[in-house]
């Protein structure tokens, strides 16, 4: 029997803030250039190595990546570490003021500094600066790769669990119920120093508004810099966003600002930092294993101009008359939101946008018992839910990621597709290929 050695684990981070002067991702109804920079963004990395296999999982303070980005970051990662693609989980923190320039189909324009134009297409923007950063940054993540594999020491891994309130609600009814599990695994020493954890929580980093001009991390920068306070600067925390289509903090700030950001950040923080310092399912990593399945899925057929028409007119009507009985800003912004996905609907008419299917990948790393899930797009956290029970009867305890390797748009229960918000009106799927997608996400979390 061969010999197998104990796991090493390794972190790293490395700063990706964009430039100052090129635009930000996350709000069509922006309309400069970013002016400046609030607090840094992170790339922020995990290597494992177990029985002669390597593993990375990786965190970008972007607003999404799509898959042409993560092929291209994967190669040189494999060039410059030899981990294969298929071991490579790369999602994004869903911040929405992070650089733009890393989703197909969403695009700019700068016609007049610091003018900008944000507009649908079916590829890249025109700007020249866009395949400029999306090269730098793959050459970053993979050199923050290459520079945590060489730092890989013994470690224990500590799970933890806990429902968090407070933070964020469902964004279009407060009260109905959503996925609000916070999940920790730190990873320690023999002689038990904290080097590093994965946060998992599930929830649109969308405090600040689109009238901030300033990049941030929102409030996944605020708590992740109250863990490194706490822990050390060498201390790192890596946020994977969960399966938040529905879940934000639209009910639950105060505000729009940094401080709130702040606010709501530690208060994740805190609840984190609980999770880390509590005695939770420790023990060594016993097992590794990935698994990458390539889906096709069906694209629901896009109405005709004349209804998208139509229902533009009736969402712009509902939110002029909710702004004229003086609606709070949470019930303007929920009927905004409405007139925002019919607008992109339209645009994506106009653009001839009408492919009858889309491929992409789903992923999953098991550590132990322990499943991470790469979801490429928004899930709806009722199915992270089912993902979670089903994985429960498996004997597997399951982490939903959402963001991960690529982006789809919505993916939602079935109910939620009879129902005219935001995220039914500009979903790509209908039902058939969102459970198309979810069958397949169970498939892996049996398989794996």
Same mark, same amino acid.
């Given at each position: 029997?061969?010999?197998?050695?104990?796991?090493?684990?390794?972190?790293?981070?490395?700063?990706?803030?964009?430039?100052?002067?090129?635009?930000?991702? /996350?709000?069509?109804?922006?309309?400069?250039?970013?002016?400046?920079?609030n607090d840094r963004l992170f790339c922020r990395t995990m290597c494992l190595e177990f029985d002669s296999r390597k593993y990375a999982i990786i965190s970008l303070d972007l607003c999404g990546i799509d898959r042409k980005f993560r092929e291209k970051t994967c190669s040189l990662i494999n060039k410059m570490t030899d981990i294969p693609d298929g071991n490579i989980l790369l999602s994004a923190t869903h911040t929405h003021s992070g650089m733009d320039g890393f989703l197909l189909g969403w695009n700019f324009k700068i016609n007049k500094f610091p003018a900008v134009k944000f507009y649908r297409s079916k590829g890249l923007a025109e700007e020249e600066e866009t395949s400029v950063v999306r090269d730098f940054m793959a050459y970053k993540v993979a050199g923050s790769v290459y520079a945590c594999s060489r730092n890989m020491i013994e470690t224990n891994l500590i799970y933890n669990s806990t429902e968090l309130s407070g933070v964020c609600t469902n964004r279009e009814e407060p009260s109905v119920p959503v996925d609000s599990q916070l999940i920790t695994m730190k990873f320690e020493t023999t002689d038990k120093k904290s080097i590093g954890c994965l946060l998992n929580y599930p929830c649109h980093p969308t405090v600040l508004g689109y009238d901030n001009y300033l990049y941030s991390a929102d409030f996944v920068g605020y708590a992740c810099k109250l863990l490194k306070f706490s822990f050390g600067k060498e201390f790192?925390?890596?946020?994977?966003?969960?399966?938040?289509?529905?879940?934000?903090?639209?009910?639950?700030?105060?505000?729009?600002?940094?401080?709130?950001?702040?606010?709501? /950040?530690?208060?994740?923080?805190?609840?984190?930092?609980?999770?880390?310092?509590?005695?939770?399912?420790?023990?060594?990593i016993s097992g590794v294993s990935s698994l990458i399945k390539e889906v096709q899925l069906p694209l629901r057929k896009l109405p005709s101009r004349k209804?998208?028409?139509?229902?533009?007119?009736?969402?712009?009507?509902?939110?002029?008359?909710?702004?004229?009985? /003086?609606?709070?800003?949470?019930?303007?912004?929920?009927?905004?939101?409405k007139v925002d996905g019919a607008l992109d609907v339209l645009e994506r008419i106009q653009i001839g946008a009408s492919d009858n299917e889309v491929t992409s990948i789903i992923q999953a790393i098991k550590i132990n018992d322990i499943v991470i899930?790469?979801?490429?797009?928004?899930?709806?956290?009722?199915?992270?839910?089912?993902?979670?029970?089903?994985?429960?009867?498996?004997?597997?305890?399951?982490?939903?990621?959402?963001?991960?390797?690529?982006?789809?748009?919505?993916?939602?229960?079935?109910?939620?597709?009879r129902k005219q918000n935001y995220e039914a009106i500009i979903s790509q799927f209908d039902e058939e290929g969102a459970t198309k997608l979810t069958d397949s996400l169970k498939f892996l979390i049996k398989a794996i």
């Open positions: 029997m061969p010999l197998v050695t104990k796991a090493k684990v390794g972190f790293f981070e490395d700063d990706i803030t964009g430039p100052i002067g090129f635009p930000q991702t /996350g709000y069509m109804e922006r309309t400069r250039v970013s002016e400046g920079i790192v925390p890596l946020y994977l966003n969960g399966a938040c289509a529905e879940i934000s903090t639209r009910f639950t700030r105060k505000r729009q600002t940094f401080q709130e950001a702040k606010r709501l /950040g530690y208060m994740l923080g805190r609840k984190a930092l609980f999770l880390l310092n509590s005695n939770g399912q420790e023990g060594e209804e998208a028409l139509e229902l533009l007119a009736e969402l712009k009507k509902e939110h002029e008359f909710l702004k004229s009985q /003086g609606a709070s800003p949470s019930e303007l912004r929920v009927a905004w939101t899930i790469g979801v490429p797009g928004e899930l709806h956290s009722h199915i992270a839910l089912k993902l979670k029970e089903y994985g429960s009867k498996l004997g597997r305890r399951v982490i939903v990621v959402g963001y991960a390797n690529d982006y789809l748009s919505y993916i939602l229960p079935t109910e939620e597709y």
